[in-house]
């Protein structure tokens, strides 16, 4: 993905801000406000780190694929990174969620962590897009007028 620093800091506050309401609120609602909602907050950031890492990964995924002189354009290579990069991380939060359990109940916590990791991917597609079009706002600020 093609951003400039700028675009990258506000997907991660962005990206830690979402994730951060999202995950303390249902906390606190399973909870019923039994848990203090800073564990929440280091939760949401750990998440939130985990998306970038799946991005940076998407993102060689998408080299990978370049290596075989496949020429794409770059709303293909922004779309291929942030396909990969979000498969990988509700396979990964799905992976998590099946861990420890017995071989009979591993089948069903597996779909519900797809569920729960799908729920969270939702939350790192709405940063990436908004400090996407920042990119492209700025971009047609600062051009020259001739």
């Known amino acids: 993905m093609n951003f400039a620093p700028y675009q990258w800091a506000i997907s991660f506050y962005l990206d830690l801000l979402t994730k951060a309401v999202f995950v303390s609120f249902l906390g606190l609602l ?43 354009t770059d709303r293909v290579r922004f779309l291929v990174t942030l396909i990969s990069a979000n498969a990988l991380f509700v396979l990964s939060i799905a992976a998590f969620g099946s861990w420890g359990s017995t071989p009979n109940d591993a089948i069903s916590h597996f779909h519900g962590g797809l569920m ?11 940063p990436i897009f908004l400090a996407a079009a920042c990119g492209r706002i700025f971009k047609r600020q600062v051009s020259p007028q001739c």
């Open 116 to 126: 729960v990791g799908s729920i969270l991917a939702t939350t790192n597609v709405i």
């Open 30 to 72: 399973f909870t019923l406000g039994g848990a203090p909602v800073f564990d929440f907050v280091v939760g949401a950031f750990f998440l939130s780190l985990f998306h970038f890492v799946c991005l940076f990964l998407g993102w060689i995924v998408l080299c990978l694929v370049e290596l075989t002189r496949v020429q794409l």
